[in-house]
T-cell receptor, first 110, second 114 residues
Framework: QQQVKQSPQSLIVQKGGISIINCAYE??????FPWYQQFPGKGPALLIA?????SEKKEGRFTISFNKSAKQFSLHIMDSQPGDSATYFC?????????FGTGTRLQVFP | NAGVTQTPKFQVLKTGQSMTLQCAQD?????MSWYRQDPGMGLRLIHY???????DQGEVPNGYNVSRSTTEDFPLRLLSAAPSQTSVYFC?????????????FGQGTRLTVV
């Protein structure tokens, strides 16, 4: 059973467009929600993170929207660039476990 | 600063063979963990450790053993490799236990079991 559900599995966006990746969870014990970015052949790296007492967090072109009542959160990438092409993972933390979603492969075309 | 170092980068094993995937970090992080990454499955937690001498199971622990004798090292052992263990394995570490700190990942070990 996937504790963190992520969609879509893949996403194709034109340069300058908005990329949106969605995640949902069931476990209300999750208390920290990071997003990781992974380039081919590399390990994942932290992109941005949010706590459940905050509804939105923005860092440059990247924004997390968090809906605690719906147990959903999403990553928005504004003005998407070809360099953003990567796999994105949402995650959720409880106690000492960091649980990941299944990943979204984003391709941004010029 | 090396961060999290995994060795080897690639490995091919025959079914039934054993091997140890090495993971070392030089950031004095208390928390270390192992994940496997499979297409369509994301990253799944195998085992984790909150400090030297303490380990616990993650989501998919069967077929894997770990130990944590020092803060720096967290090896993952496959006692009898199976084709189902073909995957890319990532080690991660982070500062603090039970805290919202960044997890740093190694470059991964691509394991093929034939």
């Amino acid at each position: 059973q996937q504790q963190v559900k992520q969609s879509p599995q893949s996403l194709i966006v034109q340069k300058g467009g908005i990329s949106i990746i969605n995640c949902a969870y069931e476990n209300t014990a999750f208390d920290y929600f990071p997003w990781y970015q992974q380039f081919p052949g590399k390990g994942p790296a932290l992109l941005i993170a949010i706590r459940p007492d905050v509804s939105e967090k923005k860092e440059g072109r990247f924004t997390i929207s968090f809906n605690k009542s719906a147990k959903q959160f999403s990553l928005h990438i504004m003005d998407s660039q070809p360099g953003d092409s990567a796999t994105y993972f949402c995650a959720a933390r409880t106690t000492d476990k960091l649980i990941f979603g299944t990943g979204t492969r984003l391709q941004v075309f010029p | 600063n090396a961060g999290v170092t995994q060795t080897p980068k690639f490995q091919v094993l025959k079914t039934g063979q054993s091997m140890t995937l090495q993971c070392a970090q030089d950031m004095n992080h208390e928390y270390m963990s192992w994940y496997r990454q499979d297409p369509g499955m994301g990253l799944r937690l195998i085992h984790y450790s909150v400090g030297a001498g303490i380990t616990d199971q993650g989501e998919v622990p069967n077929g894997y053993n770990v130990s944590r004798s020092t803060t720096e090292d967290f090896p993952l052992r496959l006692l009898s490799a199976a084709p189902s263990q073909t995957s890319v394995y990532f080690c991660a570490s982070k500062r603090g236990v039970g805290k919202n700190t960044e997890a740093f990942f190694g470059q991964g070990t691509r394991l093929t079991v034939v």
